[in-house]
């Protein structure tokens, strides 16, 4: 059993597949002892603490134990107020105005399987016997603010899973200021820290930077995860690269404003902590009632960043995606939005459905522009009617002409936002998110809809649902293209505001479950101007995220790059564009493009009628390619070879879990003047086996392949790529 008691030290030893995290009560605070690679539980696990009195400037709130003080005792849930100076996991404003409690052991239990989180997305099991849970129980006992730590621990993953409930057993209401959902306090700081960082359009790009003392710390304030920064952080030592050195991964299952904070205090330790952004955030909690934070993902590697991303990849694959698409191969598809805009009929949906069906496209999508007056983007969102302008025949007859093409039909939607000029905002102005007396602020002539409210969610399930139901639609595209300015409701009294962005978010997840669980013959993709909602929450309604608006394949190589350090290929949509690319204006081979679009979701984002013949012969070859090896690419192990924040040079692979197939991809940005010949060294393989390597035909050993490596010196020009296949020969 993967969670381990001892009544007599007051020890728990929770162990995953390859690590160990243990807690000790220490005068009924929990207290962190260890996290790091496996400890057997016979092992002699006394003295990991170690205790010595500081001077007066770390009190001691046991008189008779001047070792133990808050300030330097390393705590699974620390407070505020009561001597411990560092960044607490949670604030709490009492009935009386005060702010100080103080949480220790009440009670514990340890069960089988991991329970579900009401209203909120998580990784599951399908078995009770693929985990345990710790249900540690904290109590305050002067207001009865009651603490549930719960932690899941997965016997076929390297993970570990926290999250906390907080219910207010006491007599009196209470106001949550601060509560995230974990806080490990690490024993030295010599740690670099690892974040994914960019902008619209340049998405996720890794950032590396050593600790100090001090706050090293990412945060969204944008009402979603954002673009600017993922809800992901990790602690690596600063010897710790792709393959090798110890790595301690978080990953916040959460879509909304979000704070990762790693803080580096007097004697050198490390707090790290993430959840729920405390800035703007308050939760009035009744008598009685209950308050559950999302979930952190914690993943420890001592195989590097490789070995921690491919047990996000394998967990997130397998158990925070879900339904019927999550291990079905995804389809090929065109998306008509870079190839005509708002400019379109039914005959030229026809016209490129027509054209994908003759070089094997299996979907088209239909994209923004087909409701109300949408001419442009500044009307008409939230009025989800055919434009019978566009489409004389609505969506039924338009889906119907694409299906006699033999593709199957999909639909762009935005359901969260109102155009000002719309029938919607016409009659319910105050559905959208705004405040009293205040401008409301517009972003591309946009505002957003009020996601707390019932009524709008009842309408937008009407509507969504009305054409699900009588459109043959097979995939979704639900995007989202602006953040939360004057975040207020007009339904919520005075001192509920605080919960709005929040309330959001819950409103969202129950809209999602409702429409995907009634139609999950759709594949839902999630969008938000690109990636500005790529995290773990979307991606446990929609398996799959379009990963950016920028389509270009030099930047795609970066965005692609950083984004499957946490989240597999399987998650991340990636399309050929026309050039001169639309984002960058940069001009590249179709053979590129396809190259970097292959190692994702693959579609197309163009006209396909505009194709000459020569590029038509292209598309049909990496088509038939691409369903050759999707089932690799999307299932398969990544391995991360040569990084585009580093060099000139890109690599990576797929590798079946069998290991008896693999996929090699190499890119080269620009040309060199009489270059070093230069080779790739592979990886997962089985040393043991021989490989075929295609399209030479040439046979290697896996040692050799691995060990020895395989040349790329072949490119010529700028933007060049290449591929290898391999096939274990017996």
Known sequence: MPIFYDKAQGLFHLQSQNSSYLIQLVHGYPAHLYYGPKLRNDSNLSNL???????????????????????TLPQEYPGYGTSDFRSPAYQVKLADGTRITELTYSSHRIISGKPALPGLPAVYTEQDSEAETLELELIDTVSGLTVTLFYTVFSDFNAIVRSVGITNAGQSAVELERVLSASVDFADSDYDALYLSGAWARERHVQRRK?????????????????????????????????????????????GNF???????????????????PFDFGWRL????????????????????GGMSRTFHRLYRTRLCRGQHRDQVRPILVNNWEATYFDFNADKIEAIAKAGSELGIELFVLDDGWFGRRDKDNCSLGDWFEDRRKLPGGLEDLARRVEATGLQFGLWVEPEMVSPDSDLYRSH??????????????????LVLDMSREDVRTYLYERLSAIFASVPISYVKWDMNRNMTEIGSAQVPAERQKEIAHRYILGLYDLLERLTTEFPHILFESCSGGGGRFDPGMLYYMPQTWTSDDTDGVERLKIQYGTSLVYPVSTMGAHVSAVPNHQVERITSLNFRGDVAMSGNFGYELDLTKFTQEEKETAKRQIEFYKQIRGLVQQGDLYRLRSPFEGNDTSWMFVSGDQEEALLFYFRVLAEPNAPLRSVKLEGLNPAKNYRLDPS????GGDRLMYAGIPVSSLHGDFASMWVRLTAVH
């Open 49 to 71: 603490l170690q205790l010595t009195e500081r001077a007066s400037f770390s009190p001691n709130p046991i008189p008779e134990d001047k070792r133990i003080s808050l300030d």
């Open 211 to 255: 600790l100090a003392p001090g706050v090293t710390g990412i945060s969204s304030r944008r009402g979603s995860s954002s673009h600017q920064q993922n809800p992901f952080i990790a602690l690596l030592r600063p010897d710790a690269n792709e393959r090798q050195g110890e790595v301690y991964g978080f990953s916040l299952v959460y879509s």
């Open 259 to 277: 704070v990762a904070e790693a803080e580096v205090e007097q004697f050198g330790t490390t707090r790290l902590q993430i959840g729920i952004n």
């Open 286 to 305: 009744e008598p009685g009632q209950r308050f559950q934070t999302p979930e952190v993902v914690m993943v420890y590697s001592g195989e590097g960043l």
């Open 429 to 446: 102005p105050d559905w959208c998110l705004h405040v009293p007396n205040r401008r409301r602020t517009e972003a591309r002539d946009q």
């Open 697 to 700: 035909g040439e046979v290697f």
